[in-house]
């Protein structure tokens, strides 16, 4: 399936374990990792769990695409936002992987949708604190400055949509997206991050 005019975000959410969090230097390279769920050399691989997922959204359709545990789906923006459809369901499988109550897996995937959409209201209000990032050291100073909270669910998302960039060609083969970054800040994206104010139980 080809799409003309798209954009690729990668979103990561995570639940640090406490061998996590005492390694501050570690965190801010893991989130910086195209991968994060693997680290950086000399950086041991995080304990807690990690998801990671894309969206491919398609500019000339208005459509999007998430592409999820080997799973591709397809939602219109209502059908995103709707109760028992896009985000509802998605909260399922990441309260199952991450261990977490289901409320604060949705309340995290509201959150992911604020940021793509840059909401600045739903970013101040909702329950999590956040920071655009276009350093590998930004995290541990956001890190930092919140007293490094432990038991708390880490988001990452990364998109060009911030960056400035035009919509690109993207390819989606089975699980596989395939698209060129614009040239630029690293892969051409620029990162936001997000700390739960709430306890990641």
């Known amino acids: 399936m080809k799409i003309n005019e798209g954009y690729v975000s990668k979103i990561s959410i995570f639940k640090p374990a406490p061998e996590d969090i005492i390694m501050p230097r570690g965190l801010q390279n893991l989130w910086w990792n195209d991968d994060p769920s693997k680290a950086f050399k000399f950086v041991p691989a995080a304990v807690g769990p990690i998801l990671t997922f894309i969206m491919v959204e398609d500019e000339g359709e208005g459509e999007f695409y998430l592409v999820f545990d080997n799973d591709v789906q397809k939602f219109t923006f209502e059908e995103w936002i709707a109760e028992g459809d896009g985000l509802a369901s998605l909260s399922e499988k990441v309260s199952e ?64 949509q911030w960056s400035g960039g035009d919509a690109k060609e993207v390819e989606i083969a089975g699980s596989d997206v395939i698209f060129e970054f614009i040239s630029g800040n690293q892969d051409g994206i620029r990162m936001g991050v997000a700390i739960s104010h709430a306890q990641a139980t």
Request: net charge negative.
């Open 97 to 160: 992987k991450l261990q977490i109550d289901r409320e604060l897996a949705l309340d995290a995937l509201k959150y992911v949708d604020a940021m793509l959409s840059d909401e600045a209201e739903d970013l101040d209000e909702g329950p999590f604190d956040y920071r655009w990032l276009d350093s590998v050291t930004g995290f541990n100073d956001f890190n930092s400055g919140l007293g490094h909270p432990e038991n708390r669910l880490h988001i990452r998302v990364k998109s060009p």
